[in-house]
C-alpha cells in the first residue's frame, strides 16, 4: 500500500506542479474504486476543482474517502442516475471498473452531460460501439483519460515526427508499460479486486497496460487502425493473478510499419516510455521528462518543451469551455474505438494463437 501511494504522491505533484490555474469545472464522480480517483480528490482538497456529487454504493469506501478528503456528507448518491435527478454537472469523470464504463454513459448521455472516463474505454468492441452510437445520439463527448497523454515528451515526439518530420517515416514503435504488479506495489483492496477480474477488467496486464500502446500508436499513426495484430500472454504468477494474465506482448502490422506493445506485471521497476525509429532517425522519450534522439551515430537529447495541456481537467475545460476540438487525439473516441478493437484482437490472438486481422 505505501508502494502505490508513494506513486499516486508523485503523480500528484507532477500535476500540481505543472498545473498553475484554477480550473472553472463543475464536475461529478462515478465510482471511487479506482486508485487513480486521488488525483482528482486531491485537487478538490486543494480547492482546484469543485466536486458537485459522487456516486459510490460502497459505505466502508465512502466513510474512507470522506475522512481522508474532508467530503461532506450531501455530494453522496448510490448511483449515477439518482445523482444526476438532483445535479447537472459539466462532466461525469468515471473511476469505477471498465465493464462499467457503459453504464455511465448510458446515464449521462440523454442528459446531455459529457463523459470522461479512466483508459481504457470499454472492455469490448461491443462496449465501445454503444458507447459511440450514444456520443452520437445525443451529441454528448465521450473521452478516455491516460496519465501518458500529459507527458511533455510524448506530445513532442508526436510533433518531431507528424509535423517536423524530423525522423522520416514511421517504421517501429516499441512502448513499454507497466509495473511489478498492482498487489506488489500496494494498490488498494477496492481496485484490486476488479482489476484483476477478467470480466470486470476484461483482461490483466494486457489491459491494464496494453492499452497505453494503442493508444500512443493510433495516435502517431494519424488514427488508422493496424491491419492485423497479434499477441503472446503469460501468467508467470498465477498465484498471485489467478484470473487474469501478468504480462503480455501486442505486435501491430501496418502496411509500412510495425508496433510492440509489452505490457506487464512483471517489470523490476515501473516504466512508461516510447520508441519511435522513423527511415532515417529514433527518438526515445524515457518518461514524462526526458527524451532523446539519435541520427545514424550521433545521439543527442532534445530540450523538452511543455505541451499545450498538462492533464486532464484543464484539456476537459478547453473542450466543454472554449471549443477546442479533441480531432483523433489521444482522449478521443475515434482514437479509443481503435484501442478497444486492438485490445480485443490481441486477446483473441493470445487465447487462439493466431494473427487476427481487423
Known sequence: MQRCRLLLMLLLVFHFSAIAQQVSLQVALAGLNHDHVHLILGRYRKGEVKILGIAENDEQLIQRMKKRYQLPDNIFYKDVPSMLAKIKPDVVLAYNPIADHLAVVE??????????????????????????????????????????????????????????HTIGPIRKMIVHDGHEGPKEIGCSPDFLKWLTDPVKNG????????????????????????VAVRAVTHQIKPDVYPKVDDDATILLEYPDATGIIEASWNWPFSIKDLEVFGKTGYLHALNMHNLVGRQKDSTYTVEVKTAQYQDNLTYLQAVLKDGFKPGNDLSSLENNIIVVRILEAARKSAKEGKRVVL
Open 203 to 226: 483482461a490483466g496486464a494486457l489491459m491494464d497496460f496494453g492499452c497505453y500502446g494503442a493508444n500512443l500508436m493510433t495516435w502517431l499513426m494519424h488514427g488508422k487502425a493496424p
Open 107 to 164: 446515464a449521462c448521455a440523454p442528459k446531455g452531460i459529457p463523459v470522461m472516463v479512466e483508459k481504457p474505454l470499454a472492455v469490448s468492441v461491443q462496449q465501445a460501439q454503444r458507447i459511440a452510437a450514444l456520443s452520437a445520439q445525443y451529441h454528448v463527448p465521450v473521452l478516455t483519460n491516460y496519465e501518458t497523454t500529459w507527458y511533455n515528451t510524448n506530445q513532442q515526439v508526436q510533433d518531431m515526427v507528424n509535423n517536423q
